[in-house]
């Protein structure tokens, strides 16, 4: 290595000490494995240079044979802590070559004089004195600063901080890996990779080894958070990055385990191999990163035993309908009208490549049995289609727990069959415990019944999995409102809002949880404050209960009426239809679309036994028989 002659060099916001083995970036420690840091500090001292592979090689690893991707690891990990881009290059890669250093880098000469002392950084450090001066002025607005912090950090963490951990179970977060191909096309491939490596690393030992979910880590795409600040936000132990590229015949993929406490790199790898055999590659990760936490653990081996005891999952015959299934994926988390219609189709895009691919199936299962939860078409037409494919999923395949979680909301919300559907969720959450959405719905089933102590329990263990959701977030206020807790409610519905101001579950339930309280003047604030923006079939319900409050059945009725017009013929727009009716006192129309909704098997009438809004027709003899029939009293 270096001989030190210059021990400090700087380039753009960077300063590295090679005497003290720091990199910096302004005040702020950048955190570097030592082959990491002695690669670049071989570049450094080489700068605008090319120094080839085999004299980086030598030079970070002299007295050791390792592999080449171990240096392309390296690299990587710099990359990612200079924050490379495109606009702002700092190492270049020469193809067959090896690499240069092209930011400009200043030698800076080390110096201290008797009446300061330096610090890590090698600046001078005030002498004591006028250090305290200075300290002793800034105080009350440092202390401010850490009031405002305080403070917002209370608010945010109040539902999104991690909770203690049981130490017989380690965490891990699969941060989204990053799409090197160049096309923004290609996202859904990185992003199924992410996906499909939780539930790989999530299969392994579940009792011991919880992985968080998707919607969590994918809130730290392109970002630039720390490894502490996600092991924080997260409640986790250990974060994988990684980056994939692909051509149209083979994928590179690279992947390294981190330790959060002190941000070491405990495994990294690259691979490189052809695209039809990427199922093969992600349980090779999988097990590699196991055998890394295991080993971490102080020899204890429970992944590896529930691995090698594991059933082996059955993969399609062909890498098209793997890649198909991706695609339906990516377009189902999007939960949009358009992405659930561009999931199905490319669900049955890989169903007719692979007839026999479970896994396909269990995606069309999901997409038919959200869209008619979501109101985006017809339960009638849909759900039947959900089960079919459901069934079929599980003839292939009985261990899948999505299927089983289909087949769970379909006996819910289209058979109103109670024991039916609990029995599929607890086989759901049986096969696969790390599934966060399972525990989402099981905990609004059994909210639903008012079995409200399990619902919050079963809504914890998805909000363990999945920290970052809104939704298993806005669930929870749900639950809340359900079992007339009405100001925690309020809360955690605010907690969401001041997340996304716009998210329309948690706007849903804050207005008629004022409303319990009495709280009319800040109902009718946000009402009107969301009336001026967009009015739509929940504007119109919250006025007519403004009105309906104030006395004035005149503007009721109106406001019914075009809420009505407005309504007609769209099934998604029930539930606030059904709110205008009885908040105009109009309880035998909201009686008879009550019954009509039962009739056409809509999940509008699923929670009426624990709804507060059904309150003013609660003891309607026409209300009972409605419950008897569902199976609710």
């Known amino acids: 290595m270096s001989s030190l002659v210059n021990s400090l060099y700087e380039f753009g916001d960077f300063r590295l000490d090679a005497h003290k083995r720091t990199l910096r970036r302004g005040e702020d420690l950048v955190a570097l494995t030592p082959k990491a840091f002695d690669t670049l500090l071989t570049l450094i001292e080489r700068q605008g240079q090319t120094v080839t592979t085999d004299e980086l090689m030598k030079a970070v690893w002299p007295d050791s044979f390792v592999e080449e991707s171990n240096l392309t690891q390296a690299v990587y990990v710099l990359r990612k802590a200079l924050?490379?881009?495109?606009?702002?290059?700092?190492?270049?890669?020469?193809?067959?070559?090896?690499?240069?250093?092209?930011?400009?880098?200043?030698?800076?000469?080390?110096?201290?004089?008797?009446?300061?002392?330096?610090?890590?950084?090698?600046?001078?450090?005030l002498s004591s004195p006028k250090r305290a001066e200075q300290l002793r002025r800034r105080l009350p607005l440092l202390l401010g600063i850490a009031v405002v912090l305080f403070v917002i950090s209370a608010a945010y963490f109040k539902w999104f901080r991690p909770r203690p951990v049981s130490a017989a179970r380690t965490m891990l977060a699969v941060l989204p890996f990053e799409n090197f191909t160049g096309d923004p096309a290609q996202d859904y491939f990185s992003d199924g990779l992410t996906e499909e490596m939780i539930s790989q690393l999530g299969d392994l030992d579940p009792r011991h080894l919880g992985v968080i979910a998707r919607t969590s880590v994918m809130h730290y795409k392109h970002s630039q958070a720390s490894i502490p600040q996600i092991g924080k936000d997260l409640g986790v132990q250990y974060v994988i990055e990684g980056s994939v590229r692909r051509d149209s015949e083979r994928v590179r993929i690279t992947a390294q385990l981190i330790q959060v406490n002190d941000q070491s790199h405990l495994w990294a790898r690259e691979y490189d191999r052809e695209l039809g055999h990427l199922l093969e590659l992600q349980s090779e990760i999988a097990r590699e990163v196991a055998n890394e936490i295991e080993f971490s653990l102080s020899g204890r081996r429970p992944i590896k035993a529930a691995r090698e005891a594991a059933a082996p999952v059955p993969d399609p015959t062909s890498y098209e309908a793997y890649d198909l299934y991706l695609k339906g994926r990516y377009f189902w988390n999007r939960r949009t009208d358009k992405g659930f219609r561009q999931a199905a189709d490319y669900f049955q895009q890989a169903i007719d490549k692979d007839p026999n691919y479970g896994r396909a199936y269990a995606g069309l299962a999901d997409t038919f049995t959200l869209m008619s939860t979501w109101f985006v078409g017809s339960p009638d037409e849909l759900m039947p289609k959900a089960r079919t494919a459901a069934m079929r999923a599980l003839e292939l395949d009985e261990s899948l727990a999505e299927a089983h979680a289909s087949l769970a909301l379909i006996r819910e919300n289209y058979d109103y069959d109670w024991p039916g559907s609990e029995k599929e969720f607890r086989r759901a959450i049986q096969l696969d415990p790390q599934y966060a959405s399972a525990h989402q719905w099981y905990a609004e089933f059994l909210s639903w019944q008012g079995r409200f102590e399990e619902a919050f329990a079963e809504s914890e263990r998805a909000r363990q999995l999945d920290p970052l959701s809104l939704i298993i977030a806005s669930d929870y206020g749900s639950i809340l409102y359900e079992s007339r807790q009405f100001d925690r409610a309020v809360k955690q519905s605010q907690l969401v809002l001041e997340l996304d101001p716009n998210f329309e579950h948690a706007r849903a339930l804050i207005i008629p949880s004022y409303f319990q309280l009495g709280k009319s003047d800040e109902a009718i604030n946000l009402i009107n404050r969301w009336a001026d923006r967009e009015e739509s079939p929940w504007t119109l319900a919250w006025k007519a209960a403004v009105y309906s409050r104030s006395g004035d059945a005149e503007q009721t009725r109106r406001v019914v009426a075009k809420l009505e017009q407005l309504s007609r013929p769209r099934a998604d727009r029930t539930p606030a239809l059904l709110l205008g009716y009885l908040n105009a006192g109009e309880k035998d129309r909201a009686i008879e679309l009550l019954q009509r909704a039962y009739s056409e098997h809509s999940n509008v009438v699923v929670q009426i036994k624990v709804d507060p809004m059904y309150d003013p027709i609660r003891n309607d003899p026409r209300f009972k028989d409605l419950l008897r029939r569902l199976g609710l009293e």
Request: proline letters at 7%; hydrophobic letters at 30%.
């Open 83 to 125: 924050g490379q881009t495109r606009d702002q290059g700092y190492i270049v890669t020469l193809p067959g070559q090896g690499y240069r250093f092209v930011a400009d880098v200043k030698p800076v000469q080390r110096t201290a004089t008797p009446a300061a002392d330096t610090g890590d950084n090698g600046h001078a450090i």
